[in-house]
């Protein structure tokens, strides 16, 4: 048991937050010292969030290709995860307010950082109009986005930076290279902060609980209640209704996908499934080019479950926080959020990042209530991993279909678990598949 803790990065936050909570109620007086521990694993955090969304948006957007060159799929595809991920946003933000999620939490921002609500008051007065927050958006350096940490002006830079990128194409293959390569560095360097997430959910949950009592954690219980209730929503109504359209049924592809979803939930990163999702998709009916382009490019710009997240956490910080949100606000957040959200490509710990990334970038919530959500990011994991990857497999169905590159009767053979086409491959593309 002990071995099996010691490689689980899950059960090792499962046994942080249980000890936190016996900490919080046996001895509150030393769990509110313990503030440091979840203060200091989110500034880890924050501290490669510039670097982060500057490697994802850029990879993104530079290895894309030209939409002239991949064809309508590449075009569509792009048009299905745009309309896709916005429904998945504001999905999140209705179950959100419909609930009044966090509402009741009462929790104060000088309870949590004095220090981080000075500096949101600081970030708050800088917005008088919408000329000044368009000029906010241009750093006044490219240096000085990164240094100062501002989200909105790292992003500006990175989608010209990207987009100068896919022009230039071969000629600049070596600094496609180069960033790729870094954002492996980058990333390797958060999953070294991500082992400390156990410890960072101890304090953080220690002091939750001492301060606020286990009300608090009613609180975040709900939270994850109601986001697991929303995807699974989301996948049966608004995913399932797509598979119909597209000649197909959901619970049967979630059948026939039943082992890398049960990988996905142990792991809580679809990434692990990724060759194995490809080639059962392939033996499924689709065209190799559209499952080629389709898969890989959903993986970070199709995240449907991290959409549904990304509100539904956004709005309780708010709610916890008594923070009032205008118009403009949710406006800001759906923006903001549907380029950030293109940027958490499933591995573990990097949703902290881009919920950290979406709350600088609105400055009427706190980034500190960040460390609420803290305690049960782990659990919603799993949620968002399973709900990306159903998503974006149904996307390259749908796609497919639109595409008329996909042989139905075959699909519903293998589905339907027809003898004879357990293991039989695709014989021949189809007459009409594109070549690209």
Known sequence: MLKWCSRSIFLQVVLGLALGIVCGLSFPEVSLQL???GDGFIKLIKMLIGLIVFCVVVSGISGAGDLKKVGRIGLKSVIYFEVLTTIALVIGLVFAFSTGIGSGANI???QLSVADANGLADRGQQVHSTATFLMGLIPTSVIGAFADNNILQVLLFSVLFGSALNLVGEAASGIS????????VIFRIMGMIVRLAPIGVFGAIAFTTSKYGLESLHHLGGLVALFYLTCAGFVLVVLGTVMRLSGLRLLPLIKYLREELTIVMGTASSDAVLPQIMRKLEHLGI???TVGLVIPTGYSFNLDGFSIYLTLAIV????ATGTPLAMTDLMTILLVSLVTSKGAHGIP???LVILAATLTAVPAIPVVGLVLVLAVDWFMG???ALTNLIGNCVATVAIARWEKDIDLERANNVLSGKPGFAHQPRKQPIAHQQEF
């Open 35 to 37: 503030k440091p521990l």
């Open 108 to 110: 104060h921002l000088d």
């Open 177 to 184: 290279r180069l960033i790729n390569e870094l954002s492996h």
């Open 287 to 289: 065209g190799s080019s």
């Open 316 to 319: 309780f910080i708010a709610n």
């Open 349 to 351: 710990g990097s949703a």
């Open 382 to 384: 799993i949620g968002r």
